[in-house]
């Protein structure tokens, strides 16, 4: 398959409304792929959607909280509404977090695992009926995070470790189907100034512009996980960093294990950048709404679209 072969295709991306979702997103509609772009803050999906379509790009968007299982059969099936088919599922929606595990709100680690590793698991459910059709693609966003227990960073990269679990897992169980199942393990890359994650106290705040690590570019990871997707690669890995990590953490964990350990501090602050001064505060809730994913709510969001604000978002 080459670029070519991409035109007519459709993918769903989640979280697809800024940073590398959107990068993916315009590189796939780029070459002729209709998309379903995804997100939970309809404003900004909107304009993202507006963005793409201006550049003549076939894009649609749909509000959807993955964490919500209902939310995720409904974005597959606003798909088949809207397109017909499903050739390209992109999990790529995930929150990050800091902090280390002494001190982390006990909320952060529900979030972070509704969201990165539930959240692709159903999407990846409703998704399987429509991609043997088409004999299609499950491409996840993973991190070089998702290596090893990185410290100050345990939820995230627990989160990850499973989502690479669970792509493994499905591989095997997809094989006979002809569906594809593909793990990037991303890089260190360029955020979108609207990134926030979650702080160890459970407040979102915006992640500060990176400036201590040498960073990929969007665009150039959507381009990777394009050729990922039409030579159908089991798993990638990106930056020079991340395939140091990569091969460190593999064939010598006890070398690995040794770098982290005479390098927690330098970690601690500039990776977490804990007790940093450049945390603006977000202008979203700033703690999470923790009641309003109780399994009872839940049921009634799920009736519901779009998702009211607040409820079942961030
Ligand atoms: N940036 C990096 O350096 C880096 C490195 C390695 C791996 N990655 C991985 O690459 C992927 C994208 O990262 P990014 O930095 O581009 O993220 P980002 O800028 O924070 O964007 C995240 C996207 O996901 C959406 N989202 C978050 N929670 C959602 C939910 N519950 N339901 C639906 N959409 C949701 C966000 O929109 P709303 O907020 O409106 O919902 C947004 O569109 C992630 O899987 C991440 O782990 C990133």
């Known amino acids: ?15 697809s409304s800024m940073g590398i979702g959107k990068a993916i997103a315009s590189a796939l509609a780029a070459d002729g792929v209709s998309i379903i772009l995804n997100g939970r803050d309809e404003p900004r999906l909107k304009n993202t959607e507006t963005e793409l379509r201006s550049l003549g790009y ?40 800091r902090g280390s595990v002494a001190e982390m709100a006990d909320g952060n680690y529900k979030i972070m695992e509704e969201t990165n590793f539930n959240g692709s698991a159903h999407l990846s459910k409703y998704a399987i009926p429509y991609l043997k059709k088409t004999k299609g693609h499950i491409i996840f966003i993973n991190s070089i995070g998702g290596f090893r227990g990185m410290p100050f960073n345990s939820a995230y ?26 793990v990037a393990f991303v890089g260190f890359t360029e955020n979108d100034p609207e990134k926030t994650i979650l702080d160890v106290d459970g407040s979102w705040v915006y992640l500060p512009k990176r400036t201590n690590i040498k960073l ?14 039409i030579r159908r690669k089991n798993r990638i890995t990106l930056t020079r960093l991340g395939r140091f990590t990569g091969f460190a953490i ?47 709510k839940i049921d009634s969001v799920e009736m519901c679209h779009p998702c009211p604000k607040g409820i079942g978002s961030r």
């Open 216 to 229: 990929a570019k969007p665009q150039a990871v959507a381009q990777s996980i394009k050729h990922m997707i």
């Open 58 to 97: 076939k894009v649609t968007a749909v509000v959807a909280d993955i964490r919500l299982p209902g939310r995720c059969q409904h974005l597959v099936q606003q798909t088949i509404l809207r397109y017909g088919r499903l050739d390209i599922l992109i999990n790529n929606a995930a929150v990050s977090s």
């Open 157 to 182: 990269s627990a989160t990850k470790l499973a989502q690479a679990a669970l792509a493994e897992a499905l591989r095997i169980e997809l094989f006979d189907l002809g569906i594809h199942v593909g």
């Open 1 to 15: 398959m080459n670029s070519r072969n991409l035109k007519g295709k459709v993918a769903l991306i989640s979280g």
């Open 250 to 296: 593999r064939y010598l964990p006890s070398f690995s294990n040794w770098l982290l350990l005479v390098n927690r501090k330098t970690i601690k602050r500039r990776f977490t950048m804990i007790g940093g001064k450049a945390l603006v505060s977000s202008p979203w809730h700033t703690k999470i709404e923790y009641a309003a994913l109780d399994r009872g």
